[in-house]
């Protein structure tokens, strides 16, 4: 855990990166909220696209309740097509859950010294540029924003159905 203080969520990503050791990694913001099961379903994934070569992962759901959600268009088997702030049929966003590879990890703090400064802005252009990213779907992903978000969060893990 890196205790800092951040212009964006970007400056926070390339932080927390820089103190952990070089080469891939499985990493997440601090407001995520997923089942145990799910935790596991994404990291084994990731895992697993991290060696077969891609560069990115990402963590992304169906359950919309975000005020400000990065929206995700995905093709054939979770190869990520687009990132986008308008919403898509179907919903998908992202979930504050990523892989990098050492080259991603390289490119994010490349992004913040040319001036980059938010995390949707980073997966955008990683995207358009080509890059070889997936998305692992888990059926819900709780952003922990607000006080009520907490409560969401607490509420759905101690029913039956988390």
């Not at 050791?21 to 935790?39: L, Y």
Request: charged share 25%.
């Amino acid at each position: 855990m890196v205790d800092c203080r951040t212009p964006s969520s970007l400056h926070t990503l390339v932080a927390g990166l820089q103190a952990v050791p070089a080469g891939q990694v499985f990493c997440s913001m601090v407001d995520t909220v997923m089942r145990p099961a799910d935790w596991r379903a994404v990291y084994r994934a990731t895992e697993r696209y991290l060696g077969e070569g891609a560069d990115m992962v990402l963590a992304v759901t169906p359950y919309v309740d975000d005020e400000s959600p990065v929206y995700v268009s995905r093709q054939g088997e979770g190869d990520v097509r687009s990132v986008s702030d308008e919403p898509l049929d179907p919903p998908c966003v992202t979930g504050g859950v990523y892989g990098f590879s050492a080259g991603m990890r390289r490119a994010a703090g490349e992004m913040v010294a040319r001036g980059g400064n938010k995390m949707r802005g980073f997966l955008k252009a990683v995207v358009a540029e080509g890059r070889r990213v997936k998305a692992v779907e888990v059926p819900r992903i709780i952003d922990i924003d607000r006080p009520s978000d907490l409560q969401h969060a607490n509420a759905w893990l101690a029913t039956r159905e988390a």
